[in-house]
């Protein structure tokens, strides 16, 4: 975890300190009794409060770097060569901050890179093998601050431990500084995304994450509410892409007044003054997402806190939309105005969040958009602060990784070490921190260092499934590549720059074999796929190789990799890299040990899934599907989503793949795209075929046809069977209205699929087939509707009470068949026939 808690000092007056017995700022290793900061603060020495004064020494830090605002309390510190325990008598009842202060240097001749310890609070680890120098380091800042919020200590005797590391000798353990102040209870239940669980918050330890001032300035500790001495930060390093709204102030006729149920110690006027919104262009609102990207510690539970002013608007239905934490939907028709019922009275809303260890999984997400559904009077989003908050695990541990710093700064430091006379820019920047600015300048400095050598040396870090947008460098000029070697002239190179890795060609034929035909896993539109080893036989990939009378040629290969060197998630097929040489056309993935999903459906002697790995396995694409829909840039429509393109892994993880046909959403301006129509027949949007106008919505009735393949194990189009029933998607949407639905399911799931499960699912499958794409859900509500009809699943008998539950469902529309319209089209049934998909 980068631990972003880079504030200045934190004031708290001597006054207030000896108001409060609970409350404690302590200058750890000082030599005199008192010292006062260049802020007039005065800091008691450790000494009284140490448990043991045996194996610790306190010492004065033998440089002090200019980026430092006092040396109270960072030159003094404590070192501790064994564990070593600080005890304070706190109240019971009163939750508490923990701020820790470290400035990682050389004490008495001890290199701050021998600094490995663990430090915990009672029985709370906060810190485990934990390196200030390796921190600082990646954070380009000579001190920082981590921060904690305590449950009430019961027994009234808080312990703080630091305990050197036992791997290897010499380890020491250190702290500069420690602030204890008591703050009243700011937490209540918040519920976990995106289920109808709660997180009981307000018996939970937290670490600050993150706290920001959207759309605002830094504000300073001295000017934080409640004597809470909080610092919040300015938002800009953390939203993602270029469409990052407008900002604006309360005119001085707004005055912001706080209501009974929200306290002014939640946050200070200074956040609930100023805000980030959208704009007031609806058709550019409509078509992005207002995002923030978060870095966090994968394996734990987090709490977005969000807080909201309105500062324009007076009515309710004026500004409308929906919030989603980490691609999930977190609220559907959120309006200020409803819950704060008057213009300039704050209000704030808490979501829980999981962030499991996966690939892809160190990012948290906050997102706003517009809700299209509620038609308000103006197509926007607000939000005027943020904070995220680290939950403790069920163990009581709150220690992540040490954090990585980025290669960047591992070869300037290489470089100025070989030449003295070029100047390391860090001081200098570390010097201008010392004030406030200066410190929101580096966090935001090393935000994007760390993001683009996340990128850039994916192997060495969790994968960043950030998509990174630049300039294209293909042409449609040609439909084929020329015959001579394209090595290091490709028109594709830059993809070589850490995004995509070259092949030769002679990699890919030792991988295959020379394309041996017992190599062969799967053929399709663009031609055959080969098992392979690459690496010295180290790493298993699948190998998709052009054919020359493929209807697919150059822009579906470049489109594959433009799209798929930029994406990065769980549930999306990962590319490897391409071979362009000779006039091949090749691809290589990871190899997806269980195939493609249609094979484990029918038409194969493979075992039949169970209904509960289907649910899982259709959850996991449309996971997939909502990601390029909604966390990218643009929206990205795949264009060809169908059980051959939905491919399993070992574990049987579901991932989306075959980006040749995707295409980028509508821009700003508009509401479709207008292309020609590609896609596979029976899967195929009929608006999208009617009026050459592309949707993410075409997406939604494509996955609609794969949920009823999953429940039907059968094909999406079956010439064989009677006319009615040739197309599954019809003849789903027939008996649907017949009430026959259950007689067409897979004769191997009846009496298998809990009912009321069974009724969610296939009222989500026949919404996403509505006839006209504003009558379908979005993906992100399908996704919501099949998670919660797994829970169905595997929780019968709880479905009665399901519904007073606050869950949300896709808006009620028409669930009209598929139009005939595509029965006048001969070109139609030649393709049907003939079965060529694409």
Known sequence: MFPLIIASLIPISCSQSSRNSDSFVISCGLSSNVGTDADGRKWRSDYRFLTSSTNTINSTAQSQDPSLPSQIPYMSARIFTSPTSYKFQVSPTNRLWLRLHFYPSEYSSLL????????????????????????????????FIKEYSLVPIQSGELNITFTPSMQQNGYYAFINGIEIISMPEIFKPAILVPTDQFVDAGNLSMQTMFRLNVGGQYIAPTNDSGRLSRTWYDDTPYLFG??????????????????????????????????RSMGQNASVNQNYNLTWVFHVDPNFTYIVRLHFCELLYTRINQR??????????????????????????????????????????????????????????????????????????????????????????????????????KINPAPIIGGIAGGAVGVAFVVAVFFVFYRKKKQDYGNEVVANWLPTYGSSHFTNSKSVFSGKSTMGSSNLSYLRQGLCRHFSLQEIIVATKNFNNSQVIGVGGFGNVYKGVIDGGVTKVAIKRSNPSSEQG??????????????????????????????????????????????????????????????????????????LHTGAKFIIIHRDVKTTNILLDDKWVAKVSD???????????????????????????????????????????????????????????????????????????LCQRQGNLEGIIDPKLRGKINPQCLKKFSETAVKCLADHGAERPSMGDVLWNLEFALQLQENPGEGEHANAIAILDIEEGSTSSTTNELDDSSVVFSQIFEQKGR
């Open 554 to 627: 150059v822009m579906e290969f470049q489109t594959e990799i433009d799209m798929l060197s930029k994406l990065r998630h769980k549930h999306l097929v990962s590319l490897i890299g391409f071979c362009e040489e000779n006039g091949e056309m090749i691809l290589v993935y990871d190899h997806m040990a269980n195939g493609t999903l249609r094979e484990h459906l029918y038409r194969s002697n493979k075992p039949a899934l169970p209904w509960k790995n289907r649910l899982e396995i259709c959850i996991g694409a449309a996971r997939g599907l909502h990601y």
């Open 112 to 143: 701050p890179s021998q600094a490995y310890f663990s430090v915990s609070a009672n029985d709370l680890t906060l810190l485990n093998n934990f390196s200030s120098f390796i921190t600082a380091k990646a954070l380009t800042q000579a001190y």
């Open 242 to 275: 270029a469409a990052s709204g407008i900002t604006f102030g309360a005119d001085k006729n707004v005055s912001i007044q706080y209501p009974f149920d929200t306290p002014h110690y939640i946050a200070p006027l200074g956040v609930y003054s100023t805000a």
């Open 320 to 421: 409308v939309f929906d919030i989603y934490v980490n691609n999930q939907t977190a609220q559907v028709t959120a309006d200020v105005i409803a819950w704060a019922q008057s213009k300039g009275v704050p209000t704030y809303k808490d979501y829980a969040t999981r962030v499991n260890d996966g690939p892809g999984d160190e990012e948290l997400w906050v997102a706003l958009h517009p809700s299209v559904s509620a038609k308000p009077e103006f197509y926007d989003a607000i939000l005027n602060g943020l904070e995220v908050f680290k939950v403790s695990d069920n163990s009581g541990n709150l220690a992540g990784p040490n954090p990585i710093p980025s290669n960047e700064l591992y070869e300037n430091e290489l470089a100025n070490k070989f030449n003295p006379s």
């Open 659 to 733: 980006f040749g046909l995707s295409k980028t959403g509508p821009n700003l301006h508009q509401t479709h795209v207008s292309t020609m129509v590609k896609g596979s027949f029976g899967y195929l949007d009929p608006e999208y075929f009617r009026r050459q106008q592309l949707t993410e919505k075409s997406d939604v009735y494509s996955f609609g046809v794969v949920l009823f393949e999953v429940l039907c194990a059968r094909p999406a189009l079956d010439p064989s069977l009677p006319k009615e029933q040739v197309s599954l998607a019809d003849w789903a949407l």
